[in-house]
C-alpha cells in the first residue's frame, strides 16, 4: 500500500487484513521504488495524490522498471476524486484499475480478487 495520510493507512490495512493479504506501507511514491527494488509484490494499491513522488510518476517509473524485468505489478489506484477523467487518467499512467475514497470494502475485495491471489 501506497499512502501518506496515516488513517487512510489504517483504514486500508484493516480491509487488507480482513481479506486475508499480508502488506507493506510506504508513505510516498518515492519509497515504494526502493521497496520495489528489494521485495516483489503481488499487487499495488497506490494513492494518487502524495508528496515527494505522486502515484502517478510512481505508476510510470515501475512499469519502466517492469520492462527489464519482464515483470508486471498490478497497480490499483485510489484517489480522492471521482471526476469525469480520473479512470482515464489512472490507466494512462499505467496503472491496471482504481477505486475511489472513502474505500468501499466490497470493490475494494473484488478489484483485489481480480487482479491478485492472496
Known amino acids: 500500500m501506497v499512502e501518506d495520510n496515516k488513517i487512510n493507512q489504517l ?3 484493516k480491509f487488507l487484513q ?3 493479504y499480508q502488506y507493506d506501507i510506504a508513505e510516498n511514491g518515492a519509497q515504494a521504488l526502493e521497496r520495489m527494488q528489494t521485495k516483489s509484490y503481488d499487487a499495488i494499491l497506490m494513492d494518487c495524490q502524495m508528496p515527494v513522488l505522486d502515484g502517478f510518476e510512481a505508476t510510470k517509473r515501475i512499469r519502466l522498471l517492469e520492462q527489464s524485468s519482464q515483470s508486471h ?3 490499483i ?3 480522492a476524486n471521482a471526476l469525469e477523467g480520473d479512470r482515464e487518467k ?3 499512467c499505467g496503472m491496471d484499475d482504481f ?3 472513502p474505500i468501499k470494502i466490497d ?3 473484488a478489484k483485489l480478487k481480480h487482479w ?3
Open 73 to 75: 505489478v498490478p497497480i
Open 11 to 13: 483504514v486500508a490495512g
Open 116 to 118: 491478485c491471489s492472496n
Open 90 to 92: 489512472c490507466l494512462a
Open 77 to 79: 489506484g485510489l484517489t
Open 107 to 109: 470493490e475494494l475485495e
Open 18 to 20: 480482513k481479506f486475508g
Open 99 to 101: 477505486t475511489t475514497k
